[in-house]
């Protein structure tokens, strides 16, 4: 201000490095997510859309094959631990610790999309084949980029915590990485239920 | 610790030291690498006015066309591409990153008392990629392959079957490319809002017009998937033969109306709330006192933000839906006039109980009252499934929808213009030619889109490239005409006056109108670091109720971009964070981005080829110098030692 100014309060001892709600890349990564889940939340909106104008469904095909999205599921769900040790020791400062989580993250990361591969062909139709085969398609791609990007987002997490361009700044970062796994693996089991238990049941 | 302490240091010291810090780089390199929010701010309001222009110029060639039956000047196919390029550019490259974009990215954080956005790259990259859609969806009009299945590009008329070639593909990249740019910008306001707000400026403290923006940025959140998911959706079923929208294979049309308007009535929204939040700013200002009922003023813009999501059928009342839908929003539609008349009562009550001045800036907003007020009671009649049903499809509803958006943002956005333009430029608009600016585009209007309301009663119908003398249409569409003229004139006025006052206007002091808040303490224009000293607020006008000896923060380092963090409700101090500075990365990254989405409309491998060149671009914006890394090493400080 250029009004004659008091200076009634001095914040040059408040941290730099702060966790959680008082950083600002907390609330950035909570409203990436908040827009993804908005759009999660409207492709399978119109796959139930999509389910009150046909009379039969899945209409002329096979549901799923189930197997490879259950073991997937699985695998992500065990994931979700070294994501929380991964905060634990960010939290801490530990970056030996951080760094060794986010290589076991980035290797269940690297399984899931493996495993991803094998879901695509067990869906059991194409994408041209009608508009269930779109949606059920659109779904899992739109899933797999989730899952594409928070391993290569683990990926330039564990190359910060090997360089020397390290900087304590980087250790909130690990800690809101594992909250997009979360997100990811959260929506995986969403995902689990329409894509291949929905089709069995409706 | 290297930083003149600011008890000791003369200001000019220290505006030295942080204006060293906070300038953003020079030349045409420079240019690439900005990242303050007034610089992001300026241009997305100077490229969105650009298409506000263009878009303007189509409308007037529309008007051309209609001002008389079975006229030449423009061929079906040519005028099918300029009524869908003007509604999308109006909607998607003027309205949306004008109101929101552009006045949210150079006004949020100067209210707020912060020296810069939160993420300021992001905010650099939303503009580019903006850009990049506007480039899109004008490339294709100029090469004569422009979009032409109107703004809303309804399946099956937009579907592979009935339109082939590229044209709505155009369409529905641009966006994704626009609709990324506002979702990039809600982040950086809603954290800036959460973050970054002067010590003191408690919940209940925030300007309207940031109440506002935290509101709307909500809102942008919610609606733009959807309307990037349903034009991606068409995309794939022109380009991957897939069939979301093909009824012959199980797809269903209706779901891209649902879609489209489950993002396009809260859009309105989006572009009617700025207006609002102007007109409070303006009244409050100009009446010199506090604005009445600011409790209910901001229930009444989240009731708004809640409330536009729940109305979007009424866009598709001719389809045929269930009475028991079409009941339910006709009631919803009408709740919504609640909270908006309801801030129209208190702007009165402003006025009437303080003591009203009328600057130039009050020109507009009187404007704003009476365009807007037809524009909603003509709302109102539409709401009506019966009369809906009678005027679906005609100008009647042209007439509506241009009094509720030009009414509801273009209005207050000139006044906004007048009002900022000291801040902005540092100097004075001037007056007299504003006031023929004004009452030009006022009237003009009004000759243009009342009319309409009578061409619609008469059947005339919407999207038609001529009309036979027989149908008597001839008079009203020339009087419409006539009124763009002047439109014109008005709009070629403001431009004169923008530019010569630019050079000749009056220097502006720091709050030549005796405002409130807090962007009116810094000069006219604002330094590169906004904010000497960061002020502590004890008011909601924070100019009009800080002590005479304003109270601020000391303790900043001013060798490097540091931004107090405050917490979210009480705006408590509670931290420190080292912004970002000047980088290529986010013009590389949004460069990379648009030849990705691009490519897309040609072939879907695009994406696929485009990830590893989008991820090292990111890397690249992500990852420090070894200098930059030290440096932040050396000044780092735990909340708990680790």
Redesign the interface.
């Known amino acids: 201000?250029?009004?004659?100014?008091?200076?009634?309060?001095?914040?040059?001892?408040?941290?730099?490095?702060?966790?959680r709600?008082?950083?600002?890349i907390f609330?950035?990564n909570v409203?990436?997510m908040?827009?993804?889940g908005?759009?999660f939340a409207?492709?399978f909106a119109?796959y139930f859309?999509?389910r009150t104008?046909?009379t039969e469904w899945p209409?002329g095909v096979n549901p799923p094959y189930v197997w490879y999205g259950i073991a997937n599921t699985l695998l992500l769900l065990i994931s979700v631990l070294p994501a929380r040790w991964i905060q634990l020791r960010a939290r801490?400062?530990?970056l030996r610790g951080s760094r060794n989580g986010l290589l076991v993250l980035a290797a269940f990361g690297a399984v899931a999309l493996i495993i991803r591969g094998f879901e695509f062909p067990a869906l059991n139709c194409r994408?041209?084949?009608?508009?269930?085969?779109?949606?059920i398609?659109?779904m899992l791609i739109l899933h797999t980029g989730h899952l594409?990007t928070e391993w290569?987002e683990t990926l330039?997490m564990i190359?910060f915590a090997s360089s020397?361009?390290?900087?304590?700044?980087r250790f909130p970062d690990f800690d809101v990485n594992s909250d997009y796994w979360y997100f990811v693996v959260g929506w995986v089991i969403v995902m689990n239920f329409v894509l291949y238990w929905a089709p069995r049941f409706l | 610790m290297a930083v003149a302490d600011p008890i000791i240091a003369s200001p000019s010291e220290r505006h030295e030291r942080l204006a060293r810090t906070w300038s953003d780089g020079r030349g045409v390199y420079g240019w690439f690498t900005n990242v303050h929010h007034t610089t992001i701010g300026r241009r997305y309001m100077i490229t969105s006015f650009l298409f506000f222009v263009l878009g303007g110029i189509l409308a007037a060639l529309i008007r051309l066309q209609l001002a008389r039956p079975e006229n030449h000047l423009l061929d079906p196919d040519k005028y099918n591409q300029i009524f869908t390029v003007h509604g999308s550019t109006m909607i998607f490259l003027f309205a949306v990153p004008m109101m929101y974009q552009a006045f949210g990215v150079y006004l949020v954080p100067l209210m707020v008392g912060a020296r810069n956005i939160a993420f300021p790259r992001l905010a650099a990259f939303s503009y580019y990629i903006y850009v990049g859609g506007c480039l899109l969806l004008w490339g294709g009009l100029l090469l004569n392959i422009g979009a032409d299945t109107g703004w809303f590009s309804y399946v099956t008329l937009s579907g592979p079957a009935f339109s082939p070639g590229k044209r709505v593909d155009f369409w529905a990249q641009m966006i994704t490319f626009t609709e990324l740019s506002a979702l990039a910008v809600a982040v950086c306001l809603i954290v800036t809002i959460f973050k970054h707000r002067a010590p003191g400026m408690t919940l209940n403290r925030m300007p309207l017009l940031i109440w506002e923006k935290l509101v709307l940025s909500f809102m942008v959140i919610f609606a733009m998937p959807a309307v990037m998911l349903v034009s991606s959706m068409l995309l794939m079923d022109r380009t991957a033969n897939t069939h979301f929208f093909n009824p012959a294979e199980g797809g269903d049309v209706l779901l891209y109306q649902h879609l489209f308007w489950f993002f396009g009535h809260p859009d309105v929204y989006i572009i009617f709330l700025p207006g609002a939040a102007i007109v409070s700013t303006l009244v409050t200002t100009f009446s010199r006192r506090h604005i009445f009922g600011y409790p209910g003023i901001v229930v009444a813009t989240i009731a708004t933000g809640f409330l536009g999501f729940g109305v979007w059928v009424h866009h598709m009342f001719a389809t045929g839906l269930p009475q028991l839908s079409e009941s339910f929003f006709t009631a919803a539609t009408l709740m919504i006039v609640i909270p908006t008349a309801y801030q129209f009562f208190c702007w009165v009550a402003t006025l009437w109980t303080g003591r009203p001045q009328l600057r130039l800036p009050m020109l507009w907003v009187g404007g704003f009252f009476f365009v807007f007020l037809i524009g909603g009671l003509s709302g109102l009649m539409l709401a009506s499934v019966p009369v809906d049903q009678q005027v679906h499809d005609t100008f009647f509803v042209v007439a509506h929808f241009h009094y509720v958006l030009i009414g509801g943002a273009v209005f207050p956005m000139f006044g906004a213009l007048y009002y900022w333009y000291p801040k902005i430029v540092g100097r004075m608009a001037n007056e007299t030619l504003a006031r023929v600016h004004f009452w030009l585009f006022f009237i003009g209007f009004n000759l243009t889109f009342f009319t309409m309301h009578f061409l619609g009663l008469r059947g005339m119908p919407r999207r038609v490239y001529t009309y036979l003398p027989e149908m008597h249409w001839a008079s009203l569409n020339l009087i419409a005409t006539s009124g763009a003229i002047f439109m014109t004139a008005g709009v070629l006025v403001f431009l004169f006056n923008v530019f010569w006052s630019r050079e000749k206007g009056p220097i502006a002091t720091a709050n030549p109108w005796g405002a409130g808040t807090l962007e009116w303490g810094v000069s006219s224009p604002p330094p590169p670091y906004n904010f000497l000293n960061i002020p502590i607020v004890s008011g909601r006008e924070a100019l009009w109720d800080d002590p005479p000896h304003q109270p601020v923060v000391s303790g900043l380092r001013d060798d490097v971009r540091e931004m107090l963090l405050t917490n979210s409700l009480d705006a408590e101090p509670e931290g420190r964070e080292e912004q970002p500075g000047p980088s290529i990365w986010p013009f590389v990254s949004a460069v990379v981005v648009s030849v990705v989405l691009i490519g897309s409309i040609f072939t879907l491998w695009a994406v696929v080829y485009g990830i590893v060149p989008i991820i090292i671009t990111i890397v690249g914006w992500i990852w420090p110098t070894q200098r930059e890394a030290s440096q932040t090493r050396s000044h780092e400080k735990w909340s708990v030692a680790p």
Do not use: C, H, Q
């Open positions: 201000m250029d009004r004659r100014p008091t200076f009634v309060m001095d914040v040059s001892d408040l941290p730099t490095i702060v966790f709600e008082r950083n600002p609330w950035g409203l990436y908040t827009i993804e908005a759009m409207m492709v119109s859309y999509l104008r046909s209409p801490a400062g530990d994408w041209d084949t009608n508009a269930y085969g779109s949606m398609w659109a594409l290569v330039v190359a020397s361009r390290m900087e304590g700044k």
